[in-house]
Structures are given as structure tokens and as C-alpha cells.
């Protein structure tokens, strides 16, 4: 198994819905991101939790949201999505320092909102 | 979060060449400095970390790191077809530890 597991793989949604992503890891870090990405931006943050009490807004939050339900899952909603929104989504996590291991990354979801 | 810019490519290089990919980042307090390669639809994995300046080697891949002009680099000696893709430089945030990253450079290795 995946080391950090992201669900689904792949989703086609109507514009206004509610959609949920959800991420779950097994290497025990207390630290978990959301990422987005899209063609020549590279990776945006989202939201990110250093614990299961500590959520913080990344740089683009708004029309997201996010739970840490446990030490080993985030999920990210989006309540009502809207057709820029369409990306390749990442969860990734990390050790207290990140040190010279850096981010592991799941595996990617891609979302289309049409 | 802190401004991280790459080269912004593509690059095109012969198989065999140098792929010499570039790095600057803002945070003068940044530490410790990341190359990721992804390719196309998968997810960003780790092929390097430095940390002291100067250079440090891996097989192929060199990153070289100037923490006075803040800039990284990463070089991919002998290019095969298999290291085509997109690189991303990511550097750490001296506050809270998370990574900025650059917008990646695509790289396209020519048989």
C-alpha cells in the first residue's frame, strides 16, 4: 500500500456541487497539505494542518475547506465547485523539520469541474 | 509563502548533454533546498537535498547551492530519454518549515 493514499483518483463533477477529497497516510507524520496544480503554475497551497487541532490557510483557500479527522487523514471539500477549480490535486505530508526527506505525495487526484 | 523562480523552459537537450536547470529564491533564512522530478499526470518525487553551499552529487545529478546570491541549480549529466520531465525546485521556509515551490522547468531529452 501507498504510503499517502488519496481518493478518488480521478472525478468529473457539475458545476455548484459538493465534492470531498480525501487523503490518508501511514508514515505517522503530524503534518499534512493540500496542493493544487495547474499547467505553468506549479504547486499552490491550499490548506495545511501541523496537527489535528491546527489548520491553517495556504495561499489559495478560498471555495475550499478542510478537515484533519485523525493524525493520518485531511480531506478537502470543495462546497461549491466552480469550473476553475479544474486541477491536479495533491495531498503531501511531512515530519516536524521536513528535513532532508522533504514532502511525501500522494498520488494525485485529478478533478474536473464541467 | 516565499517567491521561488525557476527558469521557465522547456528546456530541449540532446541524450548524453548537460540539463542545467535554474533556481532563485527571496527567503535570505532559507535552509535547506529540494529538487523534485514529475512526470507527466504523477506525482512530484525527490531526486535531491542540500543544504551547506556548494555542490553535492548523486549519480547523474548534481544540485549546487549559493546561499549568498540565493540561488540553487541542479545539472543532469549524460541526459537519457527517461529524465524527461518537469523539475521543481522547492525551498524551506526558515518559520514553519513548509516548502514554496517554483513553477517547475520542463525538461525534453532527444534521442
Known amino acids: 500500500d501507498a504510503d499517502v493514499t488519496q481518493t478518488p483518483r480521478n472525478r468529473i463533477t457539475k458545476t455548484g456541487k459538493r465534492i470531498m477529497l480525501e487523503c490518508s497516510q501511514t508514515k505517522g507524520h503530524d503534518r499534512m497539505y493540500w496542493y493544487r496544480q495547474d499547467p505553468g503554475l506549479g504547486l499552490r497551497l491550499i490548506y495545511y494542518?501541523?496537527?489535528?487541532?491546527?489548520?491553517n490557510k495556504g495561499e489559495i483557500s478560498d471555495g475550499y475547506s478542510v478537515s484533519r479527522q485523525a493524525q493520518a487523514k485531511f480531506s478537502l471539500s470543495l462546497e461549491s465547485a466552480i469550473p476553475n477549480q479544474t486541477a491536479l490535486y495533491f495531498c503531501?505530508?511531512?515530519?516536524?523539520?521536513?528535513?532532508?526527506?522533504?514532502?511525501?505525495f500522494g498520488s494525485g487526484t485529478r478533478l474536473t469541474v464541467v | 509563502q516565499k517567491e521561488v523562480e525557476q527558469n521557465s523552459g522547456p528546456l530541449s537537450v540532446p541524450e548524453g548533454a548537460i540539463a542545467s536547470l535554474n533556481c532563485t529564491y527571496s527567503d535570505r533564512g532559507s535552509q535547506s533546498f529540494f529538487w523534485y522530478r514529475q512526470y507527466s499526470g504523477k506525482s512530484p518525487e525527490l531526486i535531491m537535498f542540500i543544504y551547506s553551499n556548494g555542490d553535492k552529487e548523486d549519480g547523474r545529478f548534481t544540485a549546487q547551492l549559493n546561499k549568498a546570491s540565493q540561488y540553487v541549480s541542479l545539472l543532469i549529466r549524460d541526459s537519457q530519454p527517461s529524465d524527461s520531465a518537469t523539475y521543481l525546485c522547492a525551498v524551506r521556509e526558515q518559520n514553519d518549515y513548509k516548502l514554496s515551490f517554483g513553477a517547475g522547468t520542463t525538461v525534453t531529452v532527444r534521442a
Open positions: 503531501a505530508t511531512s515530519d516536524f523539520s521536513a528535513s532532508e526527506y522533504g514532502y511525501t
Open positions: 494542518s501541523f496537527d489535528v487541532k491546527d489548520i
